[in-house]
Protein backbone atom coordinates (compact mmCIF):
# COMPACT_ATOMS: atom_id res chain seq x y z
CA UNK A 1 0.00 0.00 0.00
CA UNK A 2 1.14 3.59 -0.62
CA UNK A 3 1.49 5.69 2.23
CA UNK A 4 3.47 9.34 3.31
CA UNK A 5 4.48 9.38 7.07
CA UNK A 6 5.13 12.75 8.88
CA UNK A 7 5.49 11.57 12.00
CA UNK A 8 5.93 15.31 14.06
CA UNK A 9 3.03 17.36 13.83
CA UNK A 10 4.65 20.54 15.48
CA UNK A 11 8.24 21.08 15.62
CA UNK A 12 9.59 23.66 17.16
CA UNK A 13 13.15 25.46 16.58
CA UNK A 14 14.82 28.45 17.60
CA UNK A 15 15.97 30.87 14.79
CA UNK A 16 19.36 29.88 13.53
CA UNK A 17 19.29 26.45 14.41
CA UNK A 18 19.09 23.86 12.44
CA UNK A 19 15.30 22.04 11.24
CA UNK A 20 14.97 18.40 9.65
CA UNK A 21 11.19 17.29 9.40
CA UNK A 22 10.73 13.51 8.21
CA UNK A 23 9.16 12.19 5.78
CA UNK A 24 8.79 8.23 5.52
CA UNK A 25 7.05 6.73 2.32
CA UNK A 26 5.78 3.23 1.64
CA UNK A 27 5.66 2.54 -2.35
CA UNK A 28 6.05 -0.19 -4.92
CA UNK A 29 6.80 2.05 -7.85
CA UNK A 30 9.48 4.59 -8.97
CA UNK A 31 9.44 7.04 -6.20
CA UNK A 32 8.58 10.94 -7.11
CA UNK A 33 8.34 12.78 -3.86
CA UNK A 34 7.46 16.55 -3.04
CA UNK A 35 7.76 19.02 -0.52
CA UNK A 36 4.59 21.74 -0.67
CA UNK A 37 4.59 24.31 2.33
CA UNK A 38 1.65 26.25 3.14
CA UNK A 39 2.52 29.96 4.86
CA UNK A 40 -0.04 31.59 7.12
CA UNK A 41 -3.42 32.69 4.81
CA UNK A 42 -1.16 31.96 1.52
CA UNK A 43 -2.01 28.48 -0.78
CA UNK A 44 -0.19 25.46 -0.64
CA UNK A 45 2.70 26.04 -2.96
CA UNK A 46 5.24 23.43 -4.16
CA UNK A 47 8.79 23.70 -2.11
CA UNK A 48 10.88 21.14 -4.04
CA UNK A 49 10.85 18.05 -5.73
CA UNK A 50 13.49 15.05 -5.27
CA UNK A 51 13.76 14.77 -9.11
CA UNK A 52 14.79 18.33 -9.33
CA UNK A 53 17.70 18.01 -6.41
CA UNK A 54 17.40 21.88 -5.87
CA UNK A 55 17.74 23.86 -3.08
CA UNK A 56 15.02 26.21 -2.65
CA UNK A 57 14.98 29.09 0.34
CA UNK A 58 17.91 27.11 1.58
CA UNK A 59 16.22 23.88 1.67
CA UNK A 60 17.17 20.63 0.69
CA UNK A 61 15.96 17.12 0.74
CA UNK A 62 17.67 13.90 -0.35
CA UNK A 63 15.65 10.61 -1.21
CA UNK A 64 17.10 7.82 0.29
CA UNK A 65 15.73 4.67 -1.51
CA UNK A 66 17.31 2.35 1.33
CA UNK A 67 15.29 3.84 4.10
CA UNK A 68 12.47 5.04 2.39
CA UNK A 69 12.79 8.41 3.39
CA UNK A 70 12.68 12.20 2.00
CA UNK A 71 13.73 14.41 5.14
CA UNK A 72 13.72 17.91 4.49
CA UNK A 73 16.25 20.08 5.97
CA UNK A 74 17.96 23.26 6.60
CA UNK A 75 21.03 24.53 8.86
CA UNK A 76 19.59 27.64 9.73
CA UNK A 77 16.02 28.10 10.47
CA UNK A 78 14.48 31.50 9.53
CA UNK A 79 11.49 33.03 10.81
CA UNK A 80 9.96 33.00 7.78
CA UNK A 81 9.81 29.64 7.67
CA UNK A 82 7.43 28.93 9.82
CA UNK A 83 4.66 27.19 7.83
CA UNK A 84 3.15 24.09 7.77
CA UNK A 85 5.09 21.37 5.37
CA UNK A 86 3.93 18.59 3.10
CA UNK A 87 5.40 15.73 2.28
CA UNK A 88 3.70 14.25 -0.66
CA UNK A 89 4.67 11.20 -2.97
CA UNK A 90 3.02 10.75 -7.07
CA UNK A 91 1.02 8.27 -7.23
CA UNK A 92 -0.33 8.74 -10.48
CA UNK A 93 -0.94 11.26 -12.96
CA UNK A 94 -1.06 14.63 -10.85
CA UNK A 95 -2.37 11.94 -8.28
CA UNK A 96 -0.34 13.31 -4.74
CA UNK A 97 -0.70 11.11 -1.57
CA UNK A 98 -0.06 13.78 1.11
CA UNK A 99 1.54 13.32 4.31
CA UNK A 100 -0.50 14.55 7.29
CA UNK A 101 1.81 17.61 7.46
CA UNK A 102 4.56 19.35 10.16
CA UNK A 103 4.06 22.24 11.88
CA UNK A 104 7.10 24.63 11.68
CA UNK A 105 7.34 27.05 14.12
CA UNK A 106 10.82 28.83 14.39
CA UNK A 107 11.18 31.40 17.11
CA UNK A 108 13.42 34.33 17.73
CA UNK B 1 -3.98 37.57 -9.36
CA UNK B 2 -3.74 35.37 -12.48
CA UNK B 3 -3.25 31.74 -10.05
CA UNK B 4 -6.11 29.40 -9.80
CA UNK B 5 -9.48 30.60 -8.42
CA UNK B 6 -11.80 28.89 -6.26
CA UNK B 7 -15.39 30.27 -6.00
CA UNK B 8 -17.29 30.36 -3.04
CA UNK B 9 -14.40 30.95 -0.07
CA UNK B 10 -17.08 29.93 2.80
CA UNK B 11 -20.41 27.75 1.80
CA UNK B 12 -22.57 27.16 5.14
CA UNK B 13 -24.79 24.80 4.65
CA UNK B 14 -27.93 22.78 5.94
CA UNK B 15 -27.60 18.73 5.81
CA UNK B 16 -29.25 17.39 2.95
CA UNK B 17 -28.89 20.63 0.80
CA UNK B 18 -26.55 20.33 -2.58
CA UNK B 19 -23.80 22.48 -2.79
CA UNK B 20 -21.90 23.59 -5.97
CA UNK B 21 -18.06 25.05 -6.09
CA UNK B 22 -16.23 26.50 -8.90
CA UNK B 23 -12.31 26.29 -10.13
CA UNK B 24 -11.38 28.04 -12.42
CA UNK B 25 -7.79 27.02 -13.23
CA UNK B 26 -4.68 28.85 -14.37
CA UNK B 27 -5.87 29.68 -18.25
CA UNK B 28 -3.20 28.13 -20.14
CA UNK B 29 -3.18 24.66 -18.49
CA UNK B 30 -5.08 21.84 -19.29
CA UNK B 31 -4.90 19.45 -16.07
CA UNK B 32 -7.47 20.14 -13.42
CA UNK B 33 -7.74 18.54 -10.06
CA UNK B 34 -9.99 18.49 -6.80
CA UNK B 35 -8.64 17.32 -3.86
CA UNK B 36 -10.34 17.60 0.09
CA UNK B 37 -8.58 18.44 3.32
CA UNK B 38 -10.01 17.63 6.42
CA UNK B 39 -8.40 18.85 9.80
CA UNK B 40 -5.19 17.69 10.80
CA UNK B 41 -4.69 15.78 7.57
CA UNK B 42 -3.45 16.37 4.60
CA UNK B 43 -4.79 16.94 0.84
CA UNK B 44 -6.63 13.68 -0.13
CA UNK B 45 -7.08 13.70 -4.05
CA UNK B 46 -10.80 13.46 -5.41
CA UNK B 47 -10.40 13.70 -9.51
CA UNK B 48 -8.28 14.76 -12.12
CA UNK B 49 -9.05 16.17 -15.62
CA UNK B 50 -6.98 16.86 -18.91
CA UNK B 51 -8.96 18.79 -20.58
CA UNK B 52 -12.91 17.90 -20.21
CA UNK B 53 -12.52 14.55 -19.57
CA UNK B 54 -12.41 13.14 -16.34
CA UNK B 55 -9.38 10.48 -16.36
CA UNK B 56 -9.65 9.50 -12.58
CA UNK B 57 -12.19 9.17 -9.82
CA UNK B 58 -10.87 8.77 -5.70
CA UNK B 59 -12.90 5.68 -4.28
CA UNK B 60 -13.35 8.68 -1.18
CA UNK B 61 -15.92 10.46 -4.45
CA UNK B 62 -19.09 8.81 -3.60
CA UNK B 63 -22.42 8.65 -5.96
CA UNK B 64 -23.12 11.75 -4.31
CA UNK B 65 -20.07 14.08 -5.96
CA UNK B 66 -20.28 15.38 -9.47
CA UNK B 67 -17.35 16.83 -11.07
CA UNK B 68 -17.61 18.29 -14.99
CA UNK B 69 -15.24 19.99 -17.10
CA UNK B 70 -17.51 20.74 -19.72
CA UNK B 71 -15.56 23.10 -22.22
CA UNK B 72 -11.55 22.20 -20.77
CA UNK B 73 -11.67 25.43 -18.86
CA UNK B 74 -12.98 25.56 -15.29
CA UNK B 75 -14.75 23.11 -12.97
CA UNK B 76 -17.88 22.61 -11.00
CA UNK B 77 -17.73 19.92 -8.01
CA UNK B 78 -21.29 19.25 -6.63
CA UNK B 79 -21.85 17.75 -3.29
CA UNK B 80 -25.77 16.26 -3.23
CA UNK B 81 -27.64 15.55 -0.40
CA UNK B 82 -24.48 16.81 1.95
CA UNK B 83 -23.76 15.21 5.18
CA UNK B 84 -22.08 16.30 8.10
CA UNK B 85 -19.12 14.62 7.15
CA UNK B 86 -18.30 16.17 3.87
CA UNK B 87 -17.07 19.51 5.55
CA UNK B 88 -13.91 19.99 4.67
CA UNK B 89 -11.43 22.35 2.73
CA UNK B 90 -11.80 21.28 -1.33
CA UNK B 91 -9.12 22.30 -3.55
CA UNK B 92 -8.37 22.85 -6.55
CA UNK B 93 -5.17 22.94 -8.49
CA UNK B 94 -4.13 23.12 -12.30
CA UNK B 95 -1.03 22.08 -13.93
CA UNK B 96 0.46 21.89 -17.62
CA UNK B 97 2.79 18.99 -18.13
CA UNK B 98 5.87 19.99 -18.90
CA UNK B 99 7.55 16.18 -19.12
CA UNK B 100 6.43 12.69 -17.82
CA UNK B 101 7.76 13.25 -14.12
CA UNK B 102 8.08 17.30 -13.65
CA UNK B 103 4.38 18.44 -13.05
CA UNK B 104 4.14 21.22 -10.69
CA UNK B 105 0.43 21.31 -9.12
CA UNK B 106 -0.82 25.48 -8.52
CA UNK B 107 -3.10 25.25 -5.83
CA UNK B 108 -6.01 27.65 -4.96
CA UNK B 109 -7.37 29.27 -1.88
CA UNK B 110 -10.00 26.52 -1.80
CA UNK B 111 -13.73 25.74 -0.82
CA UNK B 112 -14.46 26.06 2.94
CA UNK B 113 -17.31 23.75 3.26
CA UNK B 114 -19.72 23.30 6.65
CA UNK B 115 -22.34 20.81 6.92
CA UNK B 116 -24.94 21.89 9.99
Known amino acids: AQRVTQPEKLLSVFKGAPVELKCNYS??????LFWYVQYSRQRLQLLLR??SRESIKGFTADLNKGETSFHLKKPFAQEEDSAMYYC??????????FGAGTQVVVTP | DTGVSQDPRHKITKRGQNVTFRCDPISEHNRLYWYRQTLGQGPEFLTY????????KSRLLSDRFSAERPKGSFSTLEIQRTEQGDSAMYLC??????????????FGSGTQLSVL
Open chain 1, 27 to 32: YSGSPE
Open chain 2, 49 to 56: FQNEAQLE
Open chain 1, 88 to 97: ALKVGWGKLQ
Open chain 1, 50 to 51: HI
Open chain 2, 93 to 106: ASSAPTGAWTEKLF
